[in-house]
């Protein structure tokens, strides 16, 4: 999963504080933008159903680029235009099959 959302998304591992659990911060820049927490049956809290999220969104600029990372990587995605707002929408699914969608720019095209 870090792999992936540093790899692909572009984010950086970054500083996490000495959590008595495993875990990882991802970076947006200089921001913590998404945090992974390491599950097992005994960490507090923990309940048999995870949860579901539809999708989640990132803002980035080059969309080339990223269309260029995804297709060397051979990650499936799938591109649309987002009506009147003229963003361009990529949306791949991560390694646990979670929806993310990608949003760039109107002025950025492929």
């Not at 992974?36 to 980035?60: C, W, Y």
């Not at 969309?63 to 990587?73: H, M, P, T, V, W």
């Not at 990650?75 to 987002?82: E, L, M, Q, V, Y």
């Amino acid at each position: 999963m870090i792999r992936f959302y540093c790899d692909v998304v572009g984010l950086r591992n970054g500083d996490r504080p000495p959590f008595s659990f495993g875990g990882a911060w991802l970076y947006c820049g200089d921001q913590a933008a998404v945090h992974f927490v390491e599950l097992t049956d005994k960490q507090p809290g923990n309940s048999e159903d995870p949860g579901r999220i539809d999708h989640f969104a990132f803002m980035a600029s080059d969309l080339r680029g990223f269309i260029a990372r995804l297709e060397s990587g051979g990650i499936d995605h799938t591109i649309r235009t987002i009506p009147e707002l003229g963003n361009t929408q990529v949306n791949v699914r991560d390694p646990d099959g979670n929806r993310v969608e990608i949003q760039f720019p109107a002025g950025e095209s492929i």
